[in-house]
């Protein structure tokens, strides 16, 4: 029988949610953008928030629903509605960002409920504009969280490279439903 998956794209702006999903989507991105109110956080003039969705099929009929979710805490309440719908999620890293193992570190406390329930996948983006911190680094600040996670390196904007990260969350989830065969598997 066909199958529907809910995949989460979260992580800070600037990660590449947005770019990840349509690198993957088969139908054309739809796409919530509106003018950035609070630039002192950031200095991106427009930026997601809402949300962005696209869609992309496996074979044998599957589907994944990708939504892009926000990266602002005050869209908090839009997480908790697709969180507890969705089986996994892509959680997108900025290498280049100022601090970008606490980031992983606030994005899986955030998620904690999807973590403990379902499946995750790390990627880490824009290391061709800065190598550090390496990948070891997320590997260890995992560890030191008690997290066995899947580390990708990954340019957003490489189709590739995003759907083997995809390929992986899914089989993942895939294992998770093997193991909770009362789990919610569309
Ligand atoms: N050079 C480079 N740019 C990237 C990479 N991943 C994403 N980007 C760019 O980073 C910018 C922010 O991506 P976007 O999808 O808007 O991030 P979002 O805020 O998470 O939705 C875009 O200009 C992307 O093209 C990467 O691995 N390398
Ligand atoms: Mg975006």
């Known amino acids: ?13 600037g990660a590449g949610k947005t770019t990840a999903i349509a690198a993957l989507s088969e139908i054309p991105v739809v796409r919530t953008e509106a003018l950035n109110t609070d630039p002192a956080r950031n200095a991106k003039a427009t930026t997601t928030v809402a949300l962005d969705y696209g869609e992309i099929s496996l074979g ?6 990708l939504y892009g979710v926000p990266g602002q805490d005050r869209f908090d309440f839009m997480w908790r ?6 089986l ?5 890293v900025d290498n280049t960002a100022s601090d970008p193992l606490s ?4 994005y899986l406390h955030s998620f904690e409920a999807l973590g403990a329930r379902g499946a995750l996948v790390v990627g880490i983006t824009r290391r061709d504009l800065g190598r550090m911190p390496p990948l070891e680094a997320y590997h260890a600040r995992l560890a030191q969280l008690g997290r066995v996670l899947p580390v990708f ?3 957003a904007r490489n189709a590739a490279q995003v759907r083997t990260m995809l390929g992986t969350l899914i089989a ?3 294992a998770q439903a093997a193991r909770q065969p009362t789990g919610a598997t569309a």
Request: glycine letters at 8%.
């Open 1 to 13: 029988m066909a199958r529907e998956y809910i995949v989460l794209v979260a992580g800070p702006m």
């Open 60 to 65: 044998d009929g599957d589907k994944v629903r």
């Open 81 to 86: 509605i697709l969180e507890k719908r969705a």
């Open 88 to 92: 996994g999620m892509m959680l997108l």
């Open 103 to 106: 980031e992983l570190e606030r």
């Open 153 to 155: 390196s990954v340019d």
């Open 172 to 174: 993942m989830v895939e």
